[in-house]
């Protein structure tokens, strides 16, 4: 099926009016024209649902262009992709390994500035103590260069590991089912560079940062085991004394939570040149209204901020975050008693119509459960606080692609979004 007519940018196009029709019929057989469907248009992005009318109406100013599989309105993920256009399938065989360095490439821009490639000798622009990280992405980068075999002209070792730990993923294996298969995939192939465990794989990308530090705590919440407390084997707090492990002979934890460091992934939001400049959006390209708030710059609490903190306000880069929370219980109706909590991040200096979009969604902690923490927030809240007073206080060096140089980012918390409940444990 032809889907080039929705890169159309003429709407009024006879070929794209008539994909509109053909969209139309395909997501609305056998329905009602009053039962409400998501919406593909620019504006509902799939986020709102319409009847068949009013969807016809928004599709008339332009389609969502990405949105070629159309999985929200009847078509199936395993449907064959032979009668699709040509134009429009990508060819994944030719393009996997470039696309792993174009990544190693951006990620090691942001954290090591435009010069980083050239760290194996001693280099002005990277800080001494980063030359030592940034020789570890080269040696990341040629593993991305390498071969997985002689004559592999599809996969290097890098997408190799990715792939295989994507597919882990995607279909839920486990840990041992994955050791099995590469230790099988060695035997098979032993003249290939192929990681021996699991383990071995995950350390192999661990490099590219966005990782998950796993910090103890104890199970009544009272303490973070990490900083001072990291070599403890009880709970620091008198009237507790929990153990921090399960058996003292297995060294598992009672509790774990998961923290997601804030600082590489506000560094990403730089390394594209567009989403670069749109961090600045708010100051270079908004259109204030009088009396009307069009984007949370409009907002008091945001003007309040910018005449107490100028120097922080100089810069328009400068990341204003806003925090959520809510408590949900991951196992629907089989275990009523557990809840965890994921804590999300999302940067306001994006515009209207991109800072609340999954994308930009910054998955921060994962506190587990079994029971809500309550008002014990503050202490499991430690390392992001600590990670946001080093932000605000002193920033950190980060490329910016759309100008093509180095700055201090600074970012500051400004407001926390949550119901009643989790209001009346983070408000205290």
């Known amino acids: 099926m032809d889907r080039s007519w ?27 024209p009053t039962y409400k469907l998501p919406c593909p248009c620019k504006g509902c992005n799939n986020f709102e649902d319409q009847t068949m009318e009013v969807m016809k109406s928004h599709l008339c100013g332009g389609i969502v262009e990405s949105y070629t599989r159309w999985v929200y309105h009847g078509e199936r993920f ?26 190693l490439n951006d990620v090691g821009t942001a954290n090591f500035g435009e010069n980083w490639r050239n760290s194996g000798e001693h280099n002005r622009d990277i800080p001494n103590k980063q030359e030592g990280e940034a020789s570890k992405f080269l040696r990341l980068l040629s593993e991305a260069e390498k071969s997985l075999y002689p004559g592999c002209d599809k996969y290097s070792k890098l997408s190799f590991v990715v792939h295989i730990l994507h ?69 620091p707090n008198e009237k507790c004394k929990a153990p921090r492990y399960k058996s ?40 204030p209204k009088e009396n009307t708030m069009t984007h949370p710059a409009d907002s008091i609490a945001w003007k309040e901020f910018d005449n107490t903190h ?63 923490i309550g008002n014990a927030m503050d202490i499991i809240f430690r390392p992001l606080i600590d990670e946001l007073k080093e932000f605000f206080d002193t920033g950190f060096e980060t490329y910016d692609a759309a100008v093509g140089e180095t700055f201090m980012l600074r970012a500051a918390l400004l407001w926390i979004i949550s119901d009643f409940l989790a209001y009346a444990y983070l408000s205290v």
């Open 6 to 32: 929705m890169t159309i940018k003429d709407y009024l196009h006879p070929r794209y009016l008539a994909g509109v029709k053909e969209f139309i019929e395909f997501a609305y057989l056998g329905k009602d």
């Open 78 to 103: 395993e449907d064959s992709d032979e009668d699709e256009d040509d134009n429009i399938v990508l060819d994944e065989e030719n393009s996997e390994s470039d696309d792993i360095q174009e990544m």
């Open 167 to 235: 597919l882990k993923t995607m279909n839920r294996w486990t840990c041992k089912s994955i050791d099995m298969l590469l230790k099988f995939l060695i035997q098979v192939f032993p003249m290939a560079s192929i990681p021996s465990s699991y383990y071995d794989a995950k350390n192999l990308i661990h490099e590219l940062g966005l990782k998950c530090e796993k910090i103890h705590a104890c199970e009544n919440d009272c303490a973070l085991y990490w900083k001072e407390n990291e070599s403890l084997d009880h709970c």
């Open 248 to 287: 003292s002979s297995s060294k598992i934890p009672r509790k774990v939570l998961g923290y997601f460091p804030l600082k590489s992934r506000l560094q990403r939001l730089f390394i594209n040149k567009e989403i670069a400049q749109d961090m600045r959006w708010h100051k270079e390209r908004r259109v």
């Open 310 to 372: 100028p120097s922080f306000a100089k810069d328009p880069r400068s990341v204003r975050l806003g925090l959520s929370t809510d408590g949900f219980n991951p196992y629907g109706n089989m275990n009523n008693a557990y809840s965890i909590w994921p804590v999300i991040l999302v940067p306001y200096n994006l515009p209207p119509w991109k800072c609340l979009k999954d994308p930009f969604f910054l998955l921060s902690m994962i506190i587990p459960g079994p029971k809500c």
